[in-house]
């Protein structure tokens, strides 16, 4: 056999396996934003289970602008049986999301401003009753999602939009009292920047078998200022930017969360009521 005829071969292909050989892969394009009558958004999303707008679609219908009356729930006593998340005094039942640590949060005539970092309660919950109270930035700056930006978690996952959506459009499920990237809200009922605002929640977990497989998944009712702008509304997993949501297994309590968006947005007046859910006729 001769052997340098079959070295010579060898050396030969070299070059074309190289060439052959598969690069490095393509980074994913980057998001697109388009503008549509003014408002932001985009279309390279994934189409919404309606098959009708894409995640976080600028098309999407906005929501009906609805004047909320009076003060409705604002600076409520909690009931006797409350969880006292925060009465203006201290952060000790919230944590720094990312470290684990104290809460980042300033305290600021007996309201909490958000800074730094998302917190998280120290205690979590499954179904519930939530009440808090929440006040935009003044002056307003920013325009659609850059404007007075935060989010209430149910459980660490599921988000319930806050925003400064008075006089300032955006893609409608992204709006205040918006399941995020999810269910837009019946209406807009936001107050003006400067003025404070009552979310009253009531939430039911999702349920899972023994597998991690979903069974039912969980609800939401939303009152933003006295309107109802969730109505029991299903929630379609975890709430992600420019994502249609899926489930995964996860316990069945976890804590709130509320969110730092690089927007200083006040709190005060936090606290929630674990709830039973009595499924009889």
């Known amino acids: ?13 070299l070059p074309v396996l190289a060439q052959n050989s598969p690069g490095p892969a393509a980074p994913p394009p980057k998001p697109r934003e388009i503008v549509v009558d003014g408002i932001t958004g985009f279309q390279d999303t994934p189409m919404e ?27 409520a006593p909690p009931p006797s049986d409350a969880v006292i998340l925060f009465d203006g005094h201290d952060l000790s039942a919230w944590r720094d999301k990312r470290t684990g640590g104290p809460a980042p949060w300033t305290i600021e005539g007996g309201a909490m401003v958000s ?30 999602q850059g404007r007075g930006n935060s989010g209430v978690f149910l459980m ?14 955006t893609y409608a499920d992204g ?47 939303v009152i933003l200022n006295g309107v109802v702008v969730q109505n029991h509304q299903a929630i379609r997993g975890d709430t992600t930017y420019r994502s249609v949501g899926n489930y995964s297994y996860h ?3 976890g804590p709130l969360a509320l969110q730092f968006h690089k927007n200083a947005v006040a709190f005060r007046n936090v606290w929630v009521r674990p709830v039973p859910l009595v499924d009889e006729p």
Request: charge should be negative; glycine fraction near 8%.
């Open 115 to 144: 800074a730094k970092d998302d917190i998280v309660t120290t205690n979590e919950f499954g179904d519930l009753q939530l009440h808090l109270e929440f006040l935009e930035p003044t002056p307003a700056t920013g325009s659609g």
């Open 49 to 75: 289970p309606d098959g009708q707008w894409h995640v976080h679609d600028p098309a999407r219908l906005q929501p009906p602008v609805v004047a909320p009356g009076g003060s409705f729930s604002q600076m």
């Open 175 to 221: 709006t205040t009292g918006a399941v995020y990237a999810q269910h837009p809200p019946l209406a807009n009922a936001c107050r003006p920047p400067g003025e404070w605002q009552t979310y009253d929640l009531i939430f039911t977990v999702p349920h899972f078998d023994a597998a991690g497989k979903l069974m039912v998944p969980g609800f939401v009712t």
């Open 156 to 169: 660490g996952h599921y988000e319930v939009q806050v925003l400064d959506c008075y006089q300032n459009p």
């Open 1 to 13: 056999m001769n052997y340098r005829i079959l070295a010579l071969i060898s050396l030969a292909s």
């Open 251 to 253: 316990n069945p309590t």
